[in-house]
């Protein structure tokens, strides 16, 4: 998501709208929250309190959401360099709490699978 509107501010100057049309085209799964949020301006809308409001209501773990929330308030609201640096920020916080997550999975992976092979051999001794 974060390198589709990197690339719709660099190459086209897109504004919020044009980016939400642009990951919705995407179909990117995790990010169901997208087909909450309006495509197109309305007056009296506000983009930053729907995106907020979308986020919110999604299924995403809280880490994730702070991350979508805290991009999402932020989008749209400086010049095209300002903007490109905010998000290579934010794909750079995105690698870091990816390799967090990649770690534990690891960690509690092994977990799962030595408590499993000691309960499969447990319940073998207990069948004997």
Known sequence: MLYICEYSIK?????????TKRIEGADL?????????????????????????AVFKSQ??????????EFGAVLG???????????SAFINEVHALFEQRHSEYMKKGKLYRTLGMLTGIMIGIIII
Do not use: H, M
Not at 11 to 19: A, F, H, K, P, R
Not at 60 to 69: A, C, Q, T, Y
């Open 77 to 87: 609201t400086s010049d095209t360099e300002r903007q490109l640096r905010t998000i």
């Open 11 to 19: 190459s086209n100057d897109e504004d919020v709208y044009g980016i």
């Open 29 to 53: 799964r995790g990010l169901c929250f997208i087909k909450n949020i309006p495509l197109s301006y309305n007056a009296g809308a506000n983009f930053r309190t729907d995106w907020e409001r």
């Open 60 to 69: 995403i773990p809280d880490e994730e959401k702070n991350i979508l929330i």
